[in-house]
């Protein structure tokens, strides 16, 4: 198998995801989710992501569909469309899934993975997470992690455009 098959399996569909959920679970393995955009990855999301994967024994990443990116952020985005985005993701070693959701949250991929650990940025109150009451309903943790100063998309596109 090339190395960008082996990217491609961790690509997995909701019906998929629940497979590999039972096994991960009859492993006892701990599982943690995020999710979000990642349109053009940057240090913050690496710093972020990998944070993340040490929380737990397995890393999932929600991704937003391109339709999911443009209503949240506007018709000019993703930049980057979702197959790349979600080939990217897949090829962090730290990843373990990535799951493509087109719901403006990502509320019934939670309910449906229900995760020992829910991780989203310090941007966030704990509390004000999606997902909350599902995890710790189950007596799961809600996580938030630094963010790494300077660094954003909204950012990146900002020097982009000025040229710098």
Not at 15 to 31: A, E, G, P, T, V
Not at 42 to 58: E, M, N, P, Q, T
């Amino acid at each position: 198998m090339t190395n960008l098959e082996t990217i491609q399996q961790r690509i997995l569909s909701w019906n998929d995801l629940s497979k590999y959920l039972h096994l991960w679970r009859f492993q006892q393995k701990k599982i943690v989710f995020t999710n979000g955009c990642f349109d053009l990855v940057h240090l913050g999301h690496i710093d972020y992501l990998s944070k993340a994967a040490d929380l737990g024994d397995v890393l999932i990443v929600g991704l937003n569909t391109d339709d999911s990116v443009s209503r949240l952020k506007g018709p000019s985005r993703p930049l980057v469309d979702q197959h790349a985005r979600a080939t990217l993701m897949a090829s962090l070693r730290f990843v373990d899934a990535v799951v493509l959701f087109d719901e403006p949250t990502p509320y019934e991929l939670i309910q449906m993975v229900q995760p020992d650990i829910l991780v989203k940025g310090k941007d966030y109150n704990a509390e004000d997470v999606v997902g909350y009451d599902i995890v710790t309903a189950k007596c799961g943790k809600v996580e938030t992690i630094d963010l790494v100063e300077g660094y954003s998309t909204t950012s990146l596109v900002q020097k982009i455009i000025s040229g710098i």
